[in-house]
Nanobody
Framework: VQLQASGGGLVQAGGSLRLSCAAS????????MGWFRQAPGKEREFVAA????????EYLDSVKDRFTISRDNAKNTVYLQMSSLKPEDTAVYYC????????????WGQGTQVTVSS
């Protein structure tokens, strides 16, 4: 699976952005999709994930009421709608994929920069 993330940019605190991740290669619908982020000087952290069916989602506690993950299997795309952005959300955001039976994500996109100014 090849993953291409897009949609990052510079936004003021309180603003919104929608990230997209387009997948190609193996059947997209078989994979759990996730978003991760890495801020400068920090380790990469999990942000959100969505099951292959779209029926199950999970979130990092600090984004739970502000971010929404969704997917369109017909378009081979997963989205991360981010609202009420905070400066601490500034990071490179990566999308990732794994088979539902796998423990770890084994396919990664190249990342897209999100910068939130105060």
């Amino acid at each position: 699976v090849q993953l291409q993330a897009s949609g990052g940019g510079l936004v003021q605190a309180g603003g919104s952005l929608r990230l997209s991740c387009a997948a190609s290669g193996r059947p997209f619908s078989r994979y759990r999709m996730g978003w991760f982020r890495q801020a400068p000087g920090k380790e990469r952290e999990f942000v959100a994930a969505i099951a292959w069916s779209g029926s199950i989602t999970e979130y990092l506690d600090s984004v739970k009421d502000r971010f929404t993950i969704s997917r369109d299997n017909a378009k081979n795309t997963v989205y991360l709608q981010m609202s009420s952005l905070k400066p601490e959300d500034t990071a490179v955001y990566y999308c990732a994929a794994k088979a539902e039976s796998n423990t770890y994500y084994n396919y990664w996109g190249q990342g897209t920069q999100v910068t939130v100014s105060s």
